[in-house]
């Protein structure tokens, strides 16, 4: 089968990073876009970012703050998270495509996710 399993969440205070992690088993995905959504109560989820191939494409509100990488030898990405301020906090997920069109700081077309991780930063 093939699961996204997330991890490196928690509580920190303004100002602190974190690191994300995401890794895939079940298939590989480094020929494939796999991106960062998070999600607030209440809100709806929103893009966060998205790496394919050398590229990294991100959200006007976490550019220049948060960098994604990926480690195609354990077939994990990661989100380096710094700079964390209040409104960054939010359940953060992974998702893989299996495509190599779309729209892809949209949620539709994407087929696997994870299962999220909680991000809470205090002010």
């Known amino acids: 089968q093939v699961q996204l399993v997330e991890s490196g969440g928690g509580l920190v205070q303004a100002g602190d990073s974190l690191r994300l992690s995401c890794a895939a088993s079940g298939r590989a995905f480094s020929r494939y876009p796999m991106g960062w959504f998070r999600q607030a109560p209440g809100k709806e989820r929103e893009f966060v970012g998205v790496n394919w191939s050398t590229t990294n494409t991100y959200a006007d509100s976490v550019k220049g703050r948060f960098t994604i990488s990926r480690d195609n030898a354990k077939n994990t990405i990661y989100l380096q998270m710094n700079n964390l301020q209040p409104e960054d906090t939010a359940i953060y997920y992974c998702?893989?495509?299996?495509?190599?069109?779309?729209?892809?700081?949209?949620?539709?077309?994407?087929?696997?996710w994870g299962q999220g991780t909680q991000v809470t930063v205090s002010s």
């Open positions: 998702a893989a495509s299996t495509s190599y069109r779309g729209r892809f700081d949209h949620t539709e077309i994407y087929d696997y």
